[in-house]
């Protein structure tokens, strides 16, 4: 038995600041899954609380030519917000054949007992580092310039590039040293339980956000900035590739019985979902393409995370990482569904398109005697001066209307 857990219908769109050094622009996310309102504040719940969420999940980071944002040279979301799923849940993920767009469904009296390979990653797959610094929480604005966290440390190591001979079959080994799972998303799901009541203070509603990396954005954005980081975190997620156009890998990592650090780099083929849990070495700047990620936006949870830039030990240059045996997918585009105001469409438009989504709503909600969802269901007011937000357009919609404007 399955019921819906997250939505795949347009409904609505959130604008989100573009790039610090982008004027005047911002980056559009896609709605799909209502706000909560004020009717489900008493479930912990409602659109300002949702708003927050996604406010700390939101990056844009990358190469800005002129005052455009390069997106092939960036990383960027959320593009989409799905809504969200609970941690406690056995899933699947369906994507729909028309439009493209993921449903996580929660599946009840279902087996997940998996008939997983339990293979032995070979020695040529790892990378050991005997010799290494894991310096936690010392960031140093000349090192680490640009980073998604507060307090970023270090990884210092005596390489100068790490070269992967990538796992490309991840489903057929056992990842669970590394405190991962590579799940396929039609075979019931769920996160390692165990992990989840022992870290519980730190898993929350998982949001369901996706997030574009560009094909370029290590080569000309990561290097020539802070460098790769890879983290490790109390707080679970799930990593889903959109489309079978997106490749690159995930490192990950783990210290055996020597305290020797080891890693290895894994690729999530399309139609299956990495399962990170609790306190996983993992880092994903090295994916490429539209990326479904399932994850706390809670920020008391997020500042359990120790991220660190890999960096080399005797000079502090950045440490380049690569695939040996990748097969990249070059004609890799931006589609319509990454949309940044600066590359389609100006902030006075975007303003319109806000003002012409509201007088659609009134008419609807007028025209169709649904006068009581206006006042059950009103506009939850989501700016705040001091924060500075004033980034959200629409509210609750009766039914699906598409904006011909976006």
């Given at each position: 038995?399955?019921?819906?857990?997250?939505?795949?219908?347009?409904?609505r769109?959130?604008y989100?600041?573009?790039h610090?050094?982008q004027?005047s622009?911002?980056?559009?996310?896609?709605?799909?899954k209502?706000?909560?309102t004020?009717?489900?504040i008493f479930?912990?719940e409602?659109?300002t609380?949702?708003?927050?969420?996604l406010?700390?999940l939101?990056?844009?980071?990358?190469t800005?030519?002129g005052n455009t944002?390069?997106?092939?040279?960036?990383m960027?979301?959320?593009h989409?917000y799905?809504g969200f799923?609970?941690?406690t849940?056995?899933?699947?993920?369906?994507?729909d054949?028309?439009t493209g767009?993921?449903?996580?469904?929660?599946?009840?009296?279902?087996?997940?007992?998996y008939?997983q390979?339990?293979?032995?990653?070979?020695e040529?797959?790892i990378?050991k580092l005997?010799n290494y610094k894991?310096i936690?929480?010392?960031?140093n604005e000349t090192?680490?310039?640009d980073s998604?966290?507060v307090?970023?440390?270090?990884?210092?190591i005596?390489?100068?590039?790490l070269?992967?001979?990538?796992?490309?079959?991840?489903?057929?080994?056992d990842?669970?040293?590394f405190?991962?799972?590579l799940?396929?998303?039609?075979?019931p799901f769920k996160f390692?339980?165990?992990?989840?009541?022992?870290y519980?203070?730190?898993?929350?509603?998982?949001?369901?956000?996706?997030?574009?990396y560009?094909?370029?954005?290590?080569?000309n954005?990561?290097?020539?900035?802070?460098?790769?980081?890879?983290?490790?975190?109390?707080?679970?997620q799930?990593?889903?590739?959109m489309?079978?156009?997106?490749?690159?890998?995930?490192?990950l990592?783990?210290?055996n019985?020597?305290?020797?650090l080891?890693?290895i780099?894994?690729?999530?083929?399309?139609?299956y979902?990495?399962?990170?849990?609790?306190?996983a070495?993992?880092?994903?700047s090295?994916?490429?393409?539209?990326?479904?990620?399932a994850?706390?936006?809670?920020?008391?949870?997020?500042?359990?995370?120790d991220?660190v830039?890999i960096k080399n030990?005797?000079t502090?240059n950045n440490v380049?990482?690569?695939?040996?045996?990748?097969n990249?997918?070059?004609?890799?585009s931006i589609?319509?569904?990454?949309?940044?105001t600066?590359d389609?469409m100006?902030?006075?438009?975007l303003?319109?398109c806000?003002?012409?989504?509201k007088?659609?709503?009134?008419?609807?909600?007028?025209?169709?005697n649904?006068?009581l969802?206006l006042i059950?269901q009103?506009?939850m007011?989501?700016?705040?001066?001091?924060?500075?937000?004033?980034k959200t357009l629409?509210?609750?919609?009766?039914?699906?209307?598409?904006?011909?404007?976006?």
């Amino acid at each position: 038995m399955k019921e819906t857990e997250t939505s795949n219908i347009p409904k609505r769109l959130i604008y989100f600041t573009g790039h610090s050094k982008q004027s005047s622009s911002a980056l559009i996310t896609r709605i799909c899954k209502n706000y909560e309102t004020i009717s489900d504040i008493f479930t912990g719940e409602c659109a300002t609380r949702t708003l927050s969420n996604l406010y700390n999940l939101h990056t844009v980071r990358g190469t800005i030519l002129g005052n455009t944002l390069l997106l092939d040279s960036s990383m960027s979301g959320p593009h989409h917000y799905f809504g969200f799923i609970l941690p406690t849940n056995t899933h699947i993920i369906k994507f729909d054949e028309i439009t493209g767009y993921p449903t996580y469904y929660k599946i009840t009296n279902s087996n997940t007992d998996y008939n997983q390979l339990q293979n032995t990653i070979s020695e040529d797959k790892i990378i050991k580092l005997s010799n290494y610094k894991w310096i936690s929480g010392s960031r140093n604005e000349t090192l680490q310039k640009d980073s998604l966290f507060v307090n970023p440390g270090l990884l210092l190591i005596n390489n100068k590039t790490l070269l992967f001979n990538v796992i490309e079959n991840g489903y057929d080994f056992d990842l669970s040293s590394f405190k991962v799972k590579l799940v396929k998303n039609d075979i019931p799901f769920k996160f390692n339980q165990n992990l989840i009541t022992k870290y519980k203070h730190a898993q929350h509603k998982l949001r369901v956000i996706t997030y574009n990396y560009g094909i370029n954005y290590v080569n000309n954005y990561l290097m020539n900035d802070s460098g790769i980081f890879i983290e490790r975190h109390e707080f679970i997620q799930a990593i889903t590739p959109m489309n079978a156009n997106c490749s690159g890998f995930v490192v990950l990592g783990r210290c055996n019985e020597s305290n020797v650090l080891e890693l290895i780099a894994v690729t999530i083929p399309f139609g299956y979902t990495l399962l990170v849990e609790p306190w996983a070495i993992h880092g994903d700047s090295t994916l490429i393409g539209m990326y479904m990620m399932a994850m706390t936006g809670n920020h008391n949870a997020m500042k359990t995370a120790d991220t660190v830039f890999i960096k080399n030990l005797t000079t502090l240059n950045n440490v380049s990482i690569i695939g040996v045996n990748m097969n990249i997918n070059t004609m890799l585009s931006i589609t319509d569904d990454i949309l940044m105001t600066s590359d389609k469409m100006s902030l006075s438009k975007l303003h319109n398109c806000d003002q012409i989504l509201k007088k659609t709503i009134k008419k609807e909600l007028f025209s169709s005697n649904q006068l009581l969802n206006l006042i059950y269901q009103p506009v939850m007011l989501t700016g705040n001066y001091v924060i500075g937000w004033y980034k959200t357009l629409g509210i609750r919609l009766p039914n699906p209307t598409p904006n011909p404007n976006i």
